[in-house]
């Protein structure tokens, strides 16, 4: 018998991965829906003195478990009772007891709805439906276009959901480095690595010809983290080698905070050079090339052809007005010459 491809109501293929499921509305809503609550959680930790300092769900939640017992049970207990919680009781100067009961409610569905695998899983569905598939095809065209020859040298994948993407079988790379912080989805090919943790390379033969970070910076919870990404990038790279990110396109045209152009000098400050840049429907592809390895030298480099740039930090400032923009941020802080 012929197997039909199953369709959405809208029309839209139903991604198949393992035994789920799922159309690619409900896969926005899940990635959505986690983006919200991590970053709602982190304000409250934030606020309650609550460290989470991990990227491991596990931890973070057995952080919040311990230290929920000395600040208020009973509030962190009523939220996690309460389905629909969030929602109702938002308010601009939320109280300590709310403040609790949010968490608690924000613990219940990150826990009760499967959490980081989840969200992988709506994630990987997102690759290969929706989102017009496998971002890495961009950059695999875009390097053939700047003729790079094929084992060009390591790449390092931040992020990686799949050992089957372009950029692990287009023979330009070799070999693929795939990171993540959570290796559900291959636990031979992906290794389980928080990128902020991975031990600086030593030697430039630790270096990569080319990092992906693709939709990964948007996953960062707070603009200041998502600098520090940024910052570190380069220390993995070659000079002269790439850099690929991707992200959500409302992050960088529809930000009060951030823009395409804006974004470009945060990549510049750390000594990058923009190389290519695509706009699809839902998503903002980029492609940089490392020119300086020291970003304090690149900032000082800059000023002096520029002395408008403000290219040693990047700060919270309102680029854009209007109702209907988001808040998406990144922050880069001054970097510290000493330690270069
Ligand atoms: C939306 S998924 C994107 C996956 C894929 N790269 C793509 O383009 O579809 C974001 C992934 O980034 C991973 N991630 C976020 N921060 C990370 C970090 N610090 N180190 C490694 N992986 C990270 C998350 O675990 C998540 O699987």
């Known amino acids: 018998m012929l197997s039909k491809k199953r369709k959405s109501i809208t029309g839209n293929k139903v991604a198949k991965f393992g035994s789920t499921t799922i159309k690619p509305s ?18 409250i930790c934030d606020e309650l003195g609550i460290t989470l300092d991990s990227n491991d769900e596990k931890k973070n939640l057995a952080a919040i478990a311990s230290q929920i017992t000395a600040l208020d049970k009973t509030q962190f207990k009523k939220g996690l009772d309460n ?9 601009d100067l939320p109280s ?5 009961q949010n968490l608690g409610y924000i613990t219940s569905q990150i826990t009760t709805e499967g959490g980081l695998a989840t969200y992988q899983m709506a994630s990987r569905n997102g690759q290969s439906t929706d989102r017009g598939g496998d971002s890495s095809k ?15 040298g390591p790449a390092l994948e931040i992020g990686s959901l799949s050992c089957e993407n372009a950029i692990s079988k287009s023979g330009i790379f070799n070999p693929v480095i795939r990171i993540d912080l959570n290796n559900a989805n291959d636990t031979r090919g992906i290794t389980k690595q928080d990128f ?37 990038l380069p220390q993995f790279i070659k000079p002269n080698g790439y850099c690929f990110l991707v992200l959500p396109l409302p992050c960088m045209e529809n930000s009060r905070y951030i823009d395409k ?25 980029f492609l940089f090339r490392l020119r300086h390895k020291d970003a304090s030298a ?3 480099a800059n000023k002096k052809q520029d002395a408008a740039l403000p290219f040693d930090s990047f700060s919270k400032v309102k680029l854009h007005d209007g109702p209907n923009r988001n808040n998406f941020c990144i922050v880069i802080e001054p970097t510290d010459t000493s330690t270069y």
């Open 196 to 232: 902020m943790l991975r031990p600086l390379p030593k030697e430039e033969t630790d270096t990569f010809a080319l990092v992906s970070c693709s939709l990964v910076l948007n996953f960062v919870p707070t603009p200041s983290e998502r600098g520090e990404m940024i910052k570190r």
């Open 96 to 100: 300590r007891d709310l403040m609790l």
């Open 261 to 285: 152009e804006h974004f470009t000098k945060m990549m510049q400050s750390q000594g990058f050079e923009p190389v290519r840049c695509h706009d699809s429907q839902k998503l903002c592809y």
């Open 26 to 43: 409900k896969a926005r809503r899940i990635i959505r829906k986690f983006h919200v609550l991590i970053n709602k959680r982190k304000i």
């Open 83 to 91: 389905t629909g919680f969030l929602k109702s009781s938002q308010s």
């Open 138 to 152: 961009k950059l695999v065209q875009w390097l053939r276009e700047l003729r790079t020859a094929k084992n060009s």
């Open 298 to 300: 690149c900032a000082n």
